[in-house]
């Protein structure tokens, strides 16, 4: 084997998958978890080459790193932003938590953030499950004939959101006009 040829092909895979993260970089603002998910998934499907899993996994960090210390990925801006975009949706905290693990961020940045949340806001459950409610018309938007058949279904529908029984029963015992003005204050 030539070693000059086969550093040539290091550096030539090198500048490819950075490359990829800066292309990828550019449409999403990914997690670094993600990114780095994405860089091996493309080099185990378009590249066909001769690196071992492990080699190129290490290539990845190293690009990963370097693009953290550049600070163009950065994981506790990412949680903090990601996590006040879900509060936004209606998500509660449970939610948050589970949906920024899923994007692959450390636990001491989402205790941060959510941190942060509880700092900004005065119960973000409740402000969340308010708006979950008026988006999935639930609970007091339903028309009064009909809250009591589809109970069991709105305390179902909160529950998978991530919000604790007595939150969920608390939201749907709110009747229209109270409803009406806490969705007026937030």
């Known amino acids: 084997m030539n070693p000059t040829s086969n550093k040539k092909d290091f550096e030539d895979l090198t500048t490819h998958l950075r490359d990829l993260a800066f292309s990828y970089l550019e449409k999403y603002s990914p997690s670094k978890q993600q990114l780095k998910v994405y860089l091996l998934k493309k080099y185990l499907t378009k590249t066909k080459g001769t690196k071992s899993k492990k080699e190129v996994s290490d290539l990845i960090d190293e690009i990963l790193n370097n693009l953290e210390k550049n600070k163009i990925i950065n994981d506790q801006l990412y949680s903090d932003s990601k996590a006040r975009m879900f509060l936004r949706r209606g998500y509660s905290l449970n939610k948050i938590n589970q949906s920024l693990r899923s994007k692959g961020v450390k636990e001491d940045f989402i205790k941060e953030s959510i941190e942060k949340i509880k700092e900004d806001k005065i119960e973000p459950d409740f402000v969340s499950a308010l708006k979950l409610c008026k988006r999935r018309r639930i609970g007091a938007v339903r028309p009064e004939s ?41």
């Open 146 to 186: 009909n809250r009591e058949l589809f109970y069991k279904k709105d305390l179902g529908i909160l529950a998978r959101n991530g919000f604790s029984f007595e939150m969920s029963k608390r939201i749907l015992d709110l009747s229209l006009e109270e409803f009406n003005k806490l969705i007026k204050i937030i």
